[in-house]
């Protein structure tokens, strides 16, 4: 990764993880980090549930979620034309492997990339460098990280987010970046549900004690939109809940892969997240609807008012009209 380092930009580390792990996800990482040790392993041996680690030296293996999606096409084109990378593979069209010096690096398609063995700095000078096989950029604040270490050792476990793996092949290492990219994805989701619950927490509440909410029914369509678009994202544009077709062909490792989602809490996550989406989407519903029929009655006193002002008008024209009809009489 050196020769990147004169052409390319450095992102500042606290630029990523300033917002990276605060409230829930920071209480879902301590639980993590309070569990036995999960055993990967290619078959049905049993889990050893001692915590005891292994003495081995350990590297960097990190996450990051930083756009909607990747052109893997293009990063294929671009680590292929690079002569610091030494292999440069495509995975069913989903993940990307590249490997430079000794560092192995994946690009799942839904915008996560996960690193093994590269340093910090390159880490940053590396998201800097596929910026433009980004669609949909995040911006630096919203990136959202995961952070591990890994070594080498006779147990291939997992625990106290430190992974241990009995021999530094790629394809072990492809099968557990999977699960971390998963979940460094629905971080990135469930942030965007937190910032939806707080804008609406309040609604509720404020339509009870004033009979109405400050905000239009255009201004809920949008935040349902937003949760449609989420969820839509979560369940059928991408394929982050789906066991990924790598597993098929490598069914060896779905054993590892299953520990992995479980170490990560994949699946109740996104069901929780799917649940909540739905919770919010049923109060704006009940909410608009609300505003509608209040928007209604209104409509239907100012049409009252506007007959009864017309009929008097229209009685005040029948009385001078009789009076003047007398009045021609006399």
Not at 29 to 34: D, G, K, N, P
Not at 35 to 46: E, F, I, K, M, Q
Not at 111 to 118: E, K, R
Not at 283 to 293: K, M, P, Q
Request: glycine share 4%; proline share 2%.
């Amino acid at each position: 990764m050196s020769q990147f380092q004169n052409n390319t930009q450095r992102i500042k580390l606290s630029d990523l993880e300033s917002t990276s792990a605060t409230g829930r996800k920071a209480s879902r990482i301590e639980l993590r980090l309070l569990r036995d040790a999960y055993n990967l392993s290619t078959n049905d041996a049993p889990k050893n549930n001692e915590k005891s680690l292994p003495s081995t030296d350990l590297k960097r293996c990190t996450a990051y979620c930083t756009a909607d999606s990747y052109d893997l096409k293009k990063l294929y084109k671009l680590f292929k034309s690079n002569e610091k990378c030494q292999k440069v593979q495509m995975f069913f069209g989903e993940c990307l492997y590249a490997k430079i010096d000794d560092s192995d690096i994946f690009f799942l398609e839904y915008g996560v990339v996960v690193t093994w063995g590269l340093e910090e700095k390159n880490e940053h000078i590396l998201l800097k460098l596929v910026k433009n096989s980004e669609n949909h950029s995040y911006d630096f604040k919203t990136v959202e990280v995961e952070s591990f270490e890994y070594g080498i050792a006779s147990d291939s476990q997992i625990v106290n987010d430190k992974i241990f793996i009995k021999e530094d092949y790629y394809i072990t290492k492809m099968v557990i970046s999977t699960a971390i990219a998963q979940s460094v994805k629905l971080d990135y989701f469930e942030e965007l549900v937190d910032v939806t619950i707080d804008l609406v927490k309040d609604f509720p509440e404020e339509y009870e004690k004033e009979g109405n909410i400050g905000k239009t029914r255009k201004d809920l369509f949008q935040i349902m939109g937003k949760l449609h678009k989420l969820s839509f994202n979560l369940n059928l544009a991408s394929n982050i809940l789906d066991e990924p077709e790598l597993i098929w062909h490598f069914d060896a490792y779905s054993p590892m892969y299953e520990t992995c989602l479980k170490y990560l809490d994949i699946v109740s996550r996104a069901d929780i997240l799917n649940k909540r989406c739905e919770i919010i989407h049923g109060i704006l519903e009940i909410l608009s609807t609300n505003i509608t029929t209040h928007n209604s009655e209104t409509l239907e006193k100012r049409m009252t008012l506007i007959l009864a002002v017309s009929a008097g008008f229209g009685f005040c024209q029948c009385i001078l009209l009789v009076l003047l009809v007398i009045k021609l009489w006399k």
